[in-house]
């Protein structure tokens, strides 16, 4: 059995080398411009709603609590079946699923743009979601399977630059095509996807050969369970965490996941290799790229809360304060792979993360009702240096020592911890946020109430930095992996 198991591997290992073609030189900044391109446009996607949100409720007549299902409508099924899609990459060959994803993207992008009412809009979301979870977890496999050593530090460096990037920008960009119509916030994907599309033909493509059956039954679990997870917490935001819809949810998703895990453990091809976990890499890796985007979407979400509704701030002028906050992400992360060939990768990732704990911190030392210039400019700059820094170290920390074969799992684990760790803190700050802000209210104005919730939210943020933090400190020394973790 051992010496069938070895041979399947070896076989598996000449698949891959064979099934990825070779990086012609004069291709390789192409290659890059459309796999990161196209998750700049995912990324965008993502924060380019936010401020059309009052424009879509008035003209397609969303309830304020329907209203937030335009963003979770994206967020579910993007989360919840990256992982599905990465294998899918493995099995049906990465070019293809990337294609199929485009195409989904793009189609449901138009039909976002076109929808005539509430029911319409969510649905079309949601299917761009799907389309997202095909495309974002492929992307960075054939960019893993395309680029080694330095050469993928400086890919995934710019990986994690753009995915920074298109945060700050979908938000300036977001408030200036929602002074046209908020109709534009998603046609615009229509144009970027049809060149994506007819230039991934020069991607190069990577394919696992079939190994028995196509694990459905882990698909489902999974893709099931983290559904059910993100779901319950960003359901705290209106039923708390008390409910018990929200505690039922909740143990029901975690009986699936362990579910999950048992057939993992027995299936002869699984969806997750539970042998992926053996590499320090992966399972310290992920747990800090989880804590990475908890607190982005923590710092994206509060600041333009508090410039909004504290500073009162409009739509197009919160989306401009974003731009050096971008820029400074662009820059940081493109310096990634500089700063960890000189210090190494957890010196690098480590330091990311204090910074963007110290620039927490110092947000969160402003008065209840600050200025920018002098409250927010600082901080939030500083913040950004820390975290664009984390975010793209975190990525390679992530695939970090990967064989060639788990590369479509790492890549697949990446993504998906990244999504889900970002909604699922987001939704437990919202929830901090909104107990502290309700303990004030009595005793000072609406505003200061707001102010002080938003900077509880802000403290718990600078922990979780720190707490990312430690963690890499498991990254310093490469463990090998365990004997038996090699031999399943």
């Known amino acids: ?151 993928r530090h400086r890919a995934l460096g710019w990986w994690g630059a753009m995915s920074g990037l298109a945060g700050g920008l979908g938000m300036l960009l977001g408030g200036a095509l929602t002074t046209v119509s908020w109709r534009w916030n998603f046609l615009i994907n229509v144009p970027i996807g049809i060149a994506i599309l007819l230039l991934s033909r020069y991607t190069g493509d990577r394919r696992l050969p079939a190994v028995g059956r196509p694990d459905v039954l882990g698909a489902l679990l999974s893709t099931t369970g983290l559904l059910l997870v993100a779901y319950a917490v960003i359901s705290t935001e209106r039923l708390g965490w008390t409910d018990w819809s929200t505690s039922g949810l909740l143990g029901v998703a975690l009986l699936l996941l362990a579910g999950f895990t048992v057939w993992e453990a027995r299936v002869r091809d699984p969806l997750v290799p539970l042998r992926v976990f053996g590499f320090r890499s992966v399972s310290a890796g992920n747990t800090v790229i989880a804590l990475v985007g908890a607190i982005g979407q923590i710092t994206y979400f509060t600041v333009t809360l508090y410039l909004q509704q504290v500073l009162d701030y409009s739509p197009l002028r919160s989306g401009a304060v974003f731009l050096p906050i971008s820029v400074t992400l662009f820059v940081v992360s493109t310096a990634v792979p500089r700063l960890i060939a000189r210090f190494g990768l957890a010196a690098a990732l480590g330091g990311g993360l204090a910074v963007a704990a110290a620039g927490l911190i110092w947000l969160a030392a402003h008065p209840p009702q600050g200025s ?106 490469p463990a090998p992996i365990p004997a038996d973790a090699a031999a399943r």
């Open 372 to 477: 920018y210039l002098r409250d927010v400019l600082a901080p939030t700059v500083i913040w950004a240096a820390g975290w664009g820094i984390a975010q793209a170290a975190s990525f390679v920390a992530g695939a970090q020592g990967v064989e060639a074969d788990l590369a479509g799992v790492a890549s697949g684990l990446i993504a998906t911890t990244y999504r889900l760790g970002g909604a699922i803190g987001l939704a437990s700050m919202i929830t901090l946020a909104a107990a502290r802000t309700e303990h004030l209210r009595p005793t000072t104005s609406a505003a200061h109430a707001l102010a002080g919730g938003i900077t509880a939210a802000w403290w718990a943020g600078a922990g979780c930095a720190l707490v990312a933090a430690a963690v890499t400190l498991l990254l310093r020394r």
């Open 1 to 151: 059995r051992a010496h069938r198991r070895a041979g399947r591997v070896e076989r598996l290992g000449r698949a891959v080398t064979t099934t990825v073609a070779p990086t012609r030189t004069g291709r390789t900044g192409l290659v890059m411009l459309v796999l990161v391109g196209a998750q700049f446009m995912i990324s965008m996607d993502a924060t380019i709603v936010n401020v059309a949100l009052p424009s879509i409720r008035d003209q397609l007549g969303f309830s304020d609590v329907a209203l937030s299902w335009v963003v979770n409508g994206y967020a579910l099924p993007f989360g919840g079946l990256l992982l599905l899609g990465a294998r899918l990459g493995d099995r049906l060959g990465a070019q293809r699923v990337f294609r199929w994803g485009t195409v989904v993207f793009a189609v449901s992008s138009l039909w976002c743009g076109l929808a005539t009412g509430p029911i319409d809009l969510v649905a079309a979301r949601a299917v761009q979601g799907v389309g997202a979870a095909l495309m974002s977890p492929v992307a960075m496999t054939l960019l893993v399977a395309r680029f080694d050593g330095p050469a």
